[in-house]
């Protein structure tokens, strides 16, 4: 069980707190992204790059992630579906599972670099995957931070991850974009209950614990606000392991389809679970450290 000394203990009590944020955003690394861009990322929890990769890099990519859905038995393990419904929502692990995303996007010079000049160090991949959000039938993410989930579910003991999603399809207003709270990222939010036995077989489809309460998320917004990046397929958000992030349902008649890398430090691999419970299955926490 987590003790005091743990600084990012969470679901420990039937009370939600506010923590300051232990672990610096970024590293004095070199790297492509200039210096306002890395502050930026600092300051924020997230960068945005419209348009990193190319229309015909893209159109391969999503074929591939389309065949994947098509084509994939729904009871293998890393494929979940929509709540109360059999359509596709993500598919898990595709670092291992795909040469194709493997080779034309989770070793990309132009992810890698940028993401090793702010982690500060080689890197593995922690997960991967991708997000279906059909049209009129996408639900919802709700706001969460992946580092809470990561470090009590998983044992990653610091803030040294981030995720990148790539927009397979045009991100726009009523498909459900991704949404980030500016700033959310220097403030930890222990949440409140206890996690229950095996709660990623429902946190996957509809996550009821570790997600903040009204009033942290008011908390968060006090000062700030909710941006949400949009642009054509092809473009690119990188945003910090602790960043307040979440999506709408989507109500419009195009998808919105995107890839996910989460690339941690090579000296901040997974430990045993930051409470009481087993390890989530490896299709969703990468146990065996691979730098990429």
Same mark, same amino acid.
């Given at each position: ?6 600084? +990012?203990?969470?679901? &420990? ?7 300051? %944020? ?11 992204? &200039? ?7 600092? #300051? ?14 893209? =159109? ?10 098509? &084509?994939?038995?729904?009871? %293998? ?16 692990? !595709? ?20 993401? @090793? ?5 080689? $890197? ?8 279906? @959000? ?9 706001? #969460?931070? =992946? ?12 803030? %040294?991850? !981030? ?16 949404? !980030? ?5 220097? &403030? ?9 036995? @095996?709660?990623?077989?429902?946190? !996957? ?16 917004? @006090? ?9 054509? /397929?092809? *473009? $690119? ?9 979440? *999506? ?20 901040? /691999? ?9 390890? %989530?299955?490896? +299709? ?9």
């Amino acid at each position: 069980m987590p003790t005091i000394t743990d600084p +990012y203990h969470s679901r &420990t009590s039937d009370k939600w707190q506010a923590a300051a %944020r232990v672990d610096p955003v970024v590293a004095d690394a070199t790297g492509p992204l &200039t210096t306002d861009e890395v502050w930026n990322y600092s #300051h924020d929890g997230f960068l945005f790059a419209p348009e990193l990769f190319s229309q015909s890099e893209v =159109d391969d990519l999503l074929a591939e992630a389309n065949a994947i859905a098509k &084509t994939w038995p729904t009871g %293998r393990p890393g494929i979940v579906k929509e709540p109360n419904s059999d359509v596709v929502r993500s598919v898990f692990r !595709l670092h291992k599972l795909s040469d194709s995303f493997r080779e034309r996007f989770f070793s990309d010079a132009r992810i890698l670099d940028r993401v @090793k000049q702010l982690i500060g160090s080689d $890197v593995y991949i922690h997960q991967s995957r991708v997000n279906y @959000k059909p049209a009129l039938d996408g639900k919802e993410f709700f706001w #969460h931070s =992946d580092f809470e989930t990561w470090h009590v579910e998983d044992g990653m003991p610091r803030m %040294r991850a !981030l995720s990148v999603s790539l927009f397979l399809t045009e991100s726009h207003e009523f498909n459900g974009p991704l949404m !980030l709270i500016p700033g959310s990222h220097e &403030t930890y939010i222990r949440c409140a209950g206890t996690t229950p036995e @095996k709660h990623f077989e429902q946190s !996957l489809r509809r996550q009821e614990y570790g997600v903040p309460t009204r009033e942290a998320l008011e908390l968060l917004m @006090k000062d700030s606000h909710i941006v949400a990046p949009k642009g054509p /397929a092809g *473009s $690119v958000v990188f945003f910090d392991c602790n960043t307040m992030h979440g *999506s709408s349902g989507n109500l419009s008649p195009t998808p919105r389809i995107n890839l996910f890398a989460v690339y941690n430090c090579i000296e901040n /691999a997974i430990v045993a679970p930051f409470c009481n419970l087993p390890p %989530r299955p490896e +299709y969703l926490a990468e146990r065996h450290v691979v730098p990429v």
